[in-house]
């Protein structure tokens, strides 16, 4: 197996022109759990971790996005201005591995192994987030509910990697839970993030790990949209109604299979019920007093 450090991006874009066949490399905690367990063995690896240009945040498009490159690691974000900015991103990260894979790990390495598990995964797709893709030919943007074609599969071409992630900063409130067997260093059995806006007036949810990609579920969406005063940020609906009908609406949503995690039915209920928790925790007093000023 050869390894190639490049130290610039063009350096490495010029590599994988030259090797397509060359795996990626970002934090690692994925990629040599597979080579150390025997499952994966690459002929070239092409590494990105002396990239520093991959490594920052920056607000573009006038404050209204949020660029995040792609060797940002989850500790990075959950340290940085992220927090304020995409919160529901940070609670996701904060549920990775522990403190020595969060330190490792990175968003980008997260989309490059594009498992419908992945935590940060399904508030992505929630934000409305762009993917920024690179190859020797140039840039492009892809919407993250594009990028994910399949469980561990992308519309990454030979010779192309993610360099940056565009997420869209949202008026209103974001969250992200997850259920899994313990609190940390747990694979989802699934996840669910949340997010209203209050610009636009939408809800939007995605949901992991109940799929081959992650789910959205607009049925639930629209239902509770109508149900909301987004001026005085109440949610109308009664509790009787967001588990008879909010609930099930998300739940059906699902696509889940069985496997030695869970099974189908369990992970169907589970995100209805993480569905609803999130959108109690999104009209509490305090979020509205905060929205207020």
Not at 76 to 105: C, W, Y
Not at 118 to 145: M, Q
Not at 236 to 247: H, K, W, Y
């Amino acid at each position: 197996m050869t390894v190639f450090q490049p130290n610039s991006l063009n350096e490495a874009l010029e590599l994988l022109n030259g090797h397509p066949e060359a795996t990626l490399l970002s934090g690692g905690t994925d990629l040599m759990v597979g080579v150390n367990f025997g499952r994966f063995r690459p002929s070239a690896v092409v590494s990105l971790n002396r990239i520093d240009s991959l490594k920052g945040c920056e607000l573009i498009d006038g404050g209204a996005t949020l660029r995040i490159g792609s060797g940002v690691t989850y500790a990075a974000l959950m340290a940085s201005e992220v927090a304020s900015l995409a919160p529901a991103l940070v609670e996701a990260a904060r549920t990775v591995g522990s403190p020595q894979i969060r330190n490792a790990a990175t968003i980008g390495g997260n989309l490059g192994t594009c498992s419908p598990a992945g935590d940060t995964l399904p508030v992505l797709s929630a934000l409305g987030a762009d993917i920024e893709i690179a190859s020797i030919g140039g840039t492009r943007l892809v919407a993250f509910d594009d990028f994910m074609v399949g469980p561990k599969r992308s519309c990454l071409e030979a010779g192309e990697c993610v360099i940056a992630v565009r997420v869209p900063v949202r008026s209103g409130w974001q969250g992200f839970a997850k259920v899994g067997t313990r609190n940390a260093m747990v694979i989802a059995i699934c996840n669910v993030a949340f997010v209203a806006d209050r610009n636009s007036e939408r809800v939007t949810l995605g949901l992991g790990s109940v799929g081959p990609t992650i789910l959205n579920a607009p049925d639930a969406s629209k239902w509770i949209e109508t149900r909301i005063d987004w001026q005085d940020w109440t949610c109308l609906a009664s509790p009787d109604e967001i588990l008879t009908e909010f609930r099930p609406l998300v739940s059906s949503a699902a696509r889940p299979i069985d496997d030695h995690r869970s099974t189908a039915h369990y992970r169907a209920h589970a995100v209805g019920v993480l569905a609803s928790r999130l959108l109690s925790r999104a009209f509490q007093p305090e979020v509205r007093e905060r929205l207020h000023g």
